[in-house]
């Protein structure tokens, strides 16, 4: 369960970029945050992430409340109940696909399954690539490897930025299918940041931004 009350936070003093007055999702329930560039879409996923501190409000994952944990304690819990697919893979050239994945839960200090992560690379089409380097890969196949690492520790939450901005139809549609598909199958929400519509289907809730 994510919950979020009387969230407020902005960049200067003007005004706030996002002002959220109340959200709830259930377990089975997936949000879309939408809004233009500049919006706070990427800000808002800091939040939830604990990256960022707000002005004002409360941010609960399950009955844990994200805001008052101290710096350290919200790096250590985001470690362990979060995971983040980036724009941008942004995996680790000398590492095999495998590592990649497993590099999450090993930072972590979590216990590395191996069955577990080459179980989660067959479901989203990448057991034959396990041992392949990120070079060796298409820009598709390298997303959903960030998929796969944001999934392999079995998180309460998936905060995905943007994960279908480069892509065709046709990729967009098996990307972001796979990533809600693959979350339920491991008990985790998903909340996705993105300007684009094709994607607002798959999302039982929304939520637009304006910012500024």
């Known amino acids: 369960m994510l919950e979020i009350s009387n969230l407020g936070f902005g960049y200067s003093a003007k005004a706030p970029l996002i002002d959220v007055r109340k959200l709830r999702l259930n377990n089975s329930q997936h949000l879309l945050v939408q809004g233009p560039s500049g919006s706070g879409k990427s800000s808002l996923l800091f939040l939830l992430a604990g990256l960022l501190q707000p ?13 008052a944990l101290p710096a350290a304690a919200r790096d250590a819990y985001r470690g362990r109940n979060i995971g983040f697919v980036f724009q941008q893979p942004h995996l680790m050239a000398p590492l095999t696909v495998l590592q990649n994945v497993l590099v999450a839960p090993f930072m972590a200090g979590l216990a590395v399954e191996q069955a577990h992560a080459l179980a989660l690379l067959e479901k989203l ?9 990120p ?8 997303q959903r490897v960030g998929v796969a690492r944001a999934l392999v520790h079995k998180p ?12 065709d139809d046709e990729a967009a549609e098996a990307v972001i299918g796979l990533l809600l598909e693959t979350a339920e199958s491991v008990g985790a929400q998903v909340v996705a940041a993105s300007h684009d519509a094709r994607i607002k289907k798959h999302f039982s809730q929304t939520l637009s931004l304006k910012g500024e």
């Open 125 to 133: 089409g990448l057991g034959k690539l396990a041992q392949r380097r």
């Open 156 to 167: 309460q939450l998936v905060l995905a930025d943007e994960p279908t901005s480069a892509l």
């Open 135 to 142: 070079h060796e890969l298409s820009l598709g196949q390298q």
């Open 55 to 67: 002005q004002k409000g409360r941010i609960y994952l399950g009955e844990t409340e994200m805001t």
